[in-house]
């Protein structure tokens, strides 16, 4: 159980830390729209990438506290941060194109 509760933070942490991240350059882009139109073209894929890795962050919050306080949904929290992982993959291979 250990060491899945390390993993439920390595993810808790990875999300948080992308999502404020992006929510940095999210700031930075909508401040320099002014000046550089061709930001704002790029703007809805970032708002989507930041809310993927802030939902990321929101599973790994819940899978971590519901394994830690042994809460009875824990197992199905469990599997809640593949949905975000693998929007966030969908979303990279999607760039490629």
Same mark, same amino acid.
């Not at 199905?76 to 969908?90: E, K, N, R, S, T």
């Given at each position: 159980?250990?060491?899945? &509760?390390? @993993?439920?933070? *390595? $993810?808790?942490?990875?999300?948080?830390?992308? *999502?404020?991240?992006?929510?940095?350059?999210?700031? @930075?882009? $909508? $401040?320099? $729209?002014?000046?550089?139109?061709?930001?704002?073209?790029?703007?809805?894929?970032?708002? !989507?990438?930041?809310?993927?890795?802030?939902? @990321?962050?929101? *599973?790994? *919050?819940?899978?971590?506290? !519901? &394994? #830690? +306080?042994?809460?009875? =949904? +824990?197992?199905?929290? &469990?599997?809640?941060? =593949?949905?975000?992982?693998?929007?966030?993959?969908?979303?990279?291979? #999607?760039?490629?194109?």
């Amino acid at each position: 159980m250990k060491y899945l &509760q390390i @993993l439920n933070a *390595a $993810v808790l942490v990875t999300g948080a830390a992308m *999502a404020i991240n992006l929510a940095v350059v999210c700031l @930075l882009y $909508v $401040v320099h $729209v002014g000046s550089e139109p061709r930001l704002a073209t790029d703007l809805p894929r970032l708002y !989507a990438l930041t809310g993927l890795f802030a939902a @990321l962050f929101g *599973a790994g *919050a819940g899978a971590f506290f !519901a &394994q #830690r +306080r042994r809460w009875p =949904a +824990r197992w199905l929290l &469990q599997a809640l941060p =593949a949905v975000p992982i693998l929007g966030v993959v969908v979303f990279l291979l #999607r760039l490629g194109r």
